[in-house]
Nanobody, 124 residues
Framework: QVQLVESGGGLVQAGDSLTLACTFS????????MSWFRQAPGEERKFVAG????????LYADSVKGRFTISRDNTKNTAYLRMSTLKPEDTAVYYC?????????????????WGQGTQVTVSS
């Protein structure tokens, strides 16, 4: 059974940077595409960024393109989300998700495993 554990969330000010980490266990990490989603209060869970099995393909939501960077370290079974120039509208619970495929996609329904989420709050 795959387990995902997010870490790195917190309270920051607008313009600050923050890096989230997602530690993967239970299966072969390189068999999974990894993505980050976020959910703000009263809103649906939305795709933020995704990365394929070896890191040579990445996808981003338009709202974070140029500010966020997704990466993975297959030797550490960990995916990362580097968030820069944070804005108050980035405030949300951030979820890590894993898809049993070498191909990364944007749809939440295509991901089988989810972490518990980590809160990111950006104050103005």
């Amino acid at each position: 059974q795959v387990q995902l554990v997010e870490s790195g969330g917190g309270l920051v000010q607008a313009g600050d940077s923050l890096t989230l980490a997602c530690t993967f266990s239970g299966r072969s990490f390189v068999s999974y595409a990894m993505s980050w989603f976020r959910q703000a209060p009263g809103e649906e869970r939305k795709f933020v960024a995704g990365i394929n099995w070896n890191g040579d393909t990445t996808l981003y939501a338009d709202s974070v393109k140029g500010r966020f960077t997704i990466s993975r370290d297959n030797t550490k079974n960990t995916a990362y989300l580097r968030m820069s120039t944070l804005k108050p509208e980035d405030t949300a619970v951030y979820y890590c998700a894993a898809r049993f495929s070498i191909v990364v996609v944007r749809g939440a329904d295509d991901y089988e495993y989810w972490g518990q989420g980590t809160q990111v709050t950006v104050s103005s």
